[in-house]
């Protein structure tokens, strides 16, 4: 039998989920109630790696890679074409950096 590649979840729970940032369980609540950290997917209790994987970007300051025409990244581009997922505005918080970007 062929051998298959083991595929990662884009998909986890809150557990997998404080494990993948290495934090514990208690340490990833703290930080998506903050806002350091998304919240779970709508409708769901799984956060989208992806997501982590952004906001992790944005708290450690890696450069955002974008479309030399217009400076859009493929989330900017997404989110144009799908308005209705664009979190609110909030407030600067000083307790840590907002998940999601505010709308240019």
Do not use: N
Request: proline share 12%.
């Amino acid at each position: 039998m062929a051998d298959w590649p083991t595929l990662e979840p884009r998909c986890v729970s809150a557990g997998e989920a404080a494990a993948y940032c290495g934090l514990t369980p208690g340490g990833f609540r703290h930080w998506v109630a903050i806002g350091r950290l998304p919240p779970a997917l709508p409708g769901t209790r799984r956060w989208d790696r992806k997501a982590i994987d952004y906001a992790l970007d944005q708290i450690s300051g890696l450069p955002t890679i974008g479309t030399p025409e217009t400076g859009e990244d493929d989330l900017d581009q997404w989110l144009r074409k799908h308005p209705e997922w664009e979190a609110p505005a909030k407030e600067t918080s000083l307790r840590g950096p907002p998940w999601r970007r505010v709308p240019k």
